[in-house]
């Protein structure tokens, strides 16, 4: 996350508040100091708060009593939605920091692990009805086997609800600061900056791929694609950010994909 104002960045369509990701060497002090202050801009910002996270609820719909995995859940914030709607949800994230920030918020009891994306998950075959990605998948460059491991832990006709970076608004963020030459739409790339918050810094790696990309990725991993959403901010949006809203009422950020398990 920048350390510009979220109204400046969305204004300028360079929005990029995504979860979040450390190098393995980042000192376990300023880890915990960065992720307490970025949950709490995620908390609060309209990007995560009144744009993503109530995107991400709406494709999910009812959800009483269905089982879904938070994948990569951070400090629990769509946990606890979901929690509240109903659901039994189980979460996962590699950093022992951040799990720790979300059993403050959801308490002792909430099933949560330790566990890397890009690895086995610790949960048997068939245990899920959903699972929810929401701005996780881009810090990957190869989204093959973090997909045939949620394939694999889903129910047969169960969903992936997934959130990413919007390709096109990358595309444009880098044409717009004359990079178009390093970074080509159609390449799968990595792009790493600096985000500071709270007076600490980290360094965020993600990976840029264009949208034929992702959706054989999807379909190379045996999930159908149901829906492809672009959605609106959430209308609370528009009373507490009102002359960001004003000046751009729909904006380029992220790309939401509801997938059914074959």
């Known amino acids: 996350m ?4 979220t109204e400046a960045r969305v204004a300028a369509t360079l929005e990029r508040t995504t979860c979040w990701i450390f190098k393995a060497a980042s000192p376990i002090g300023t880890v915990n100091s960065f992720a307490e202050a970025y949950t709490a801009e995620n908390d609060a910002n309209l990007i995560n708060a009144h744009y993503e996270r109530p995107a991400m609820l709406a494709l999910a719909g009812e959800v ?3 089982r879904i995995l938070d994948v990569g859940c951070g400090s629990g914030p769509l946990f606890a939605a979901l929690r509240d709607r109903g659901a039994v949800v189980s979460g996962f994230d590699a950093s022992a920091g951040m799990l720790e920030l979300a059993r403050r918020r959801l308490g002792d009891g909430a ?3 330790v566990a890397d994306l890009g690895g086995p998950l610790p949960c048997p075959d068939d245990t899920f009805d959903d699972a929810v990605a929401s701005l996780v ?5 190869d989204w093959g086997p973090a997909l045939a491991e949620l394939r694999r832990v889903l129910k047969p006709g169960g969903r992936l609800i997934a959130s990413v970076d919007h390709p096109f608004a990358i595309n444009l963020m880098h044409r717009q600061a004359g990079r178009e030459a390093e970074y080509d739409y159609f390449d799968t790339t990595n ?3 600096e985000w500071t918050m709270g007076g600490h810094t980290a360094l965020m790696s993600t990976w840029h791929r264009p949208l034929h990309a992702m959706i054989e990725a999807f379909t190379g991993a ?3 694609i149901t829906a492809i959403s672009e959605p609106e901010p959430d209308p609370s949006a528009g009373q507490l950010f009102p002359e960001v809203i004003a000046a751009k009422p729909r904006f380029l950020c992220f790309l939401f994909f509801v997938l059914r398990a074959g």
């Open 191 to 193: 792009w790493t900056e």
């Open 64 to 66: 009483t009593g269905r």
């Open 2 to 5: 920048r350390s510009h104002s």
């Open 222 to 224: 045996g999930f159908r």
């Open 111 to 113: 099933d949560l692990r």
């Open 137 to 141: 998948l881009h810090y990957l460059e």
